[in-house]
């Protein structure tokens, strides 16, 4: 049956709390003696009475017992906005705190996803950012209302993005739901976010995205269950009817995943190295959670190498964006004379990556093709070899070198993990990277920061094996570039950039490279093609276009200008300029020296400064 009541019929609850507690206390006895179906109604009349001054009229569905959760139903109405993508959606946190924010978005995904996900199990966990615990205890209550048999919830509500697909995999979850604006600032005025993964731990694809913002758009009443808050510190399972919420330690499933990656013993040897110094900076963000148990418990690193490595609902005021602007701190360390022979950098929610030798920087160009170049002699996962390798159109070509080298099937798609994870499913790629300092491989859906940096700790620790001296990142690199070449490789980002400039700026560029033909000169660059880049997806056929505006020219070199959205504000412009050069002589020069002449005619090319006011960007890398 169905009974949904808005009067109040059982004035006791509607008196004084002190009257109302000696009523219920004489009538307790006699309520113990009712059939449980009328103790259930007897509940079901409470609730009504108080769901009145809430304007929250109750439903209580099927034979509901005093043991079923009670699920109450609230109007509700669309906010504009709600538009999601494979990343989620992100705004600022007070939208999202906002009445029936987050509630609508959660509605929506649940109607999304229809009767399929009727008693299956999900994840859910965060990067640790403000409003990420009271929006859990939120998102827990309509999963229970909407169906969901089980939630399984990382302890306090963290989870890494590489650490929630792991889970997914290894659990064989439904999928599972991602508190976290990545690399975004956190706390009340900063940023906040969401985002749902699917079955194989991968973002969602484009029929889940456009099914949940056609219901934000009509949605009209949520569906919240009754029940308390979850303690997110106790780990164990709590059981209400026929839901179950277990909350788990968030590294735990992940770091078994990790060992079957990598040869943990072998890591732990050479970080045992006396020559050898090693600092990971955490930036206040998901992985500090993740770093003493991996690093110094699993790998004897000193309890010191850890920086940063107190997760913060506010990163500690900083921008967790592992970049050599933002991760200043680890840069300076690093750049010292005598300073750590192994720097290391994660993003907000654990999926980024940067990598630094002493004084030097890996670009994650550069990076993802040396992991790739090592893999199957550094990483036991990889022994019997790749099955592939795909890099991001703006990300520099020195990939393409290896897998030509290699003769390894190569993959060019645009910015966003779910095309990775399209191939990897297929069959056909083991390693993949975007300039966007994000690193992965198929043993998770997601770009994975701890993996990379396990990753070069792998490399280094094959080839030092048997070695007196330390054979420190810069030599990494440098025989690297000796063998396939080296691709110079910059991105200027622009942030915070007015939507309407940005959109004016594009346009200007496109039909810059819409009458551009070949063999036309930009300075001593003769043009090869230019063109909007557009995907056909090999696996399933998708085609993804306008993915952003490249010149490529005679000599390899591009210029490629994109909107980015991984803002909650404004617009985000880049700008990406790549030269290759064989000339070992060459390969020792600083990037910004050796590109500044194609930096000079990217930025007269595009107007930069006359569309947007900025006389610098702000990051480089």
Known sequence: MSLALSGCSYSSCCQPRSSRANLLRSASPIVKQLPRELRSLQRTLRQACCSRRSGLPVVMAGSATAEDVRILTKPTKPIEGQKTGTSGLRKKTNVFMGDNYLANWIQSLFLSLGDEVKGKTIGLGGDGRYFNKQAAQIIIKLAAANGIGKVVVGQNAIMATPAMSALIRRRSLYGGLIMSASHNPGGPKEDWGIKFNYSSGEPAPERITDAIFGYTQKITELKMAELPDIDLSDIGSKSFGGFEVEVVDPVADYLATLKEVYDFGLLKQFIARKDFNFLFDAMNAVTGAYAKPIFVDELGAKPDSILNGVPKEDFGGGHPDPNLTYAKELVDICFKEGGPDFGAASDGDGDRNMILGNQFFITPSDSV????????????????????????????????????????????????????????????????????????????????????????????????????????????????????????????DYEGVDSAAANKLMEHVEGIANSSSKGTKFGDYELASADNFEYKDPIDGSVASKQGLRFVFSDGSRIIFRLSGTGSAGATIRMYIEQYSADTSKHGLDAQEALAPIIKIALDLSKLKEFTGREKPTVIT
Request: net charge positive.
């Open 369 to 492: 093709a040396i992991i790739a170049a090592n893999a199957q002699a550094a990483i036991p996962y990889f022994k019997s070899g790749l099955k592939g390798v795909a890099r991001s159109m703006p990300t520099g070509a020195a990939l393409d070198r290896v897998a030509e080298k290699q003769g390894l099937q190569f993959f060019e798609v645009p910015t966003g993990w779910k095309f990775f994870g399209n191939l990897m499913d297929a069959g056909k790629c083991s390693v993949c990277g975007e300039e966007s300092f994000g690193t992965g491989s198929d043993h998770v859906r997601e770009k994975d920061g701890l993996w990379a940096v396990l990753a070069w700790l792998s490399i280094l620790a094959t080839k030092n094996q048997g070695k007196d001296k330390l054979v420190t990142i810069k030599d990494v690199a440098f025989e690297h570039w000796a063998t396939y070449g080296r691709n110079f490789f910059s991105r200027y």
